[in-house]
């Protein structure tokens, strides 16, 4: 049974870095073709992917938040760790992580965590 | 950069047929998943790979893409259908999502 959870602080100040732990279960990320992306959703509004990491180490980020975002494995611990700096108030949101299943060269996002909400205010 | 478009809302009688649209620059030669989030839930996925259907989702969900347009399309809607749903698909390494259409069912 796959499952993931999001964690982290649910306030942070802004201009501080963020960091998120998603803990997952029921695969490993030394599987060959295993992926795990970080998503998030501002109140209201649509779903915007943010980054993403393989079993081999590569990385993958949002072209708009790549000068802020860190992502990175810990195969030992079945963690990934999404790093954000520069908290701003419009980084308000709520914060996924979801795995990337595929079925040939379709991929796709086949198990989501609970997501966690993140609160940028002073 | 990649977008996806789709209609902010789709409204549908019960039992009618919904179609949700998304259009992108050749999205034909892209593959298409849509997923279906419910208030204060997690986004579930409903079709991969333009029209196939993960295990437990009903058959009144099907997909297809072809040209600049996937559709998802959901036969004899139900009030458990009144969801978002987000169409999804990869430019390059990575991902872009649509701006969510909000299915009303009555």
């Known amino acids: 049974q796959v499952t993931l959870r999001e964690s982290g602080p649910a306030l942070v100040k802004p201009t501080q870095t963020l960091t998120l732990t998603c803990t997952f279960s029921?695969?490993?990320?030394?599987?060959?073709?295993?992926?795990v992306s970080w998503i998030r959703q501002s109140p209201g509004k649509a779903l915007e992917w943010l980054a993403r990491i393989d079993w081999d180490d590569d990385k993958y980020y949002s072209t708009s938040l790549k000068t802020r975002l860190t992502i990175s494995k810990d195969t030992s611990k079945n963690q990934v760790v999404l790093t954000m700096t520069n908290m701003d108030p419009v980084d308000t949101a709520t914060y996924y992580c979801?795995?990337?299943?595929?079925?040939?060269?379709?991929?796709?996002?086949?198990?989501w965590g609970q997501g966690t909400l993140v609160t940028v205010s002073s | 950069s990649y977008e996806l478009t789709q209609p902010p809302s789709v409204s549908v009688s019960p039992g009618q047929t919904a179609s949700i649209t998304c259009s992108g620059d050749k999205l034909g030669d892209k593959y298409v998943c849509w997923y279906q989030q419910k208030p204060g839930q997690s986004p579930v996925l409903v079709i991969y790979?333009?029209?196939e259907r993960p295990s437990g989702i009903p058959e009144r969900f099907s997909g297809s893409n072809s040209g600049n347009t996937a559709t998802l399309t959901i036969s004899g809607t139900q009030a458990m259908d009144e969801a978002d749903y987000y169409c999804?698909?990869?430019?390059?390494?990575?991902?872009?999502f649509g701006g969510g259409s909000k299915l009303t069912v009555l």
């Open positions: 029921g695969f490993s990320l030394n599987t060959g073709g295993m992926c």
């Open positions: 999804q698909a990869w430019d390059s390494s990575t991902v872009v």
């Open positions: 979801a795995r990337i299943g595929a079925a040939g060269s379709s991929y796709y996002f086949d198990y």
């Open positions: 790979q333009d029209s």
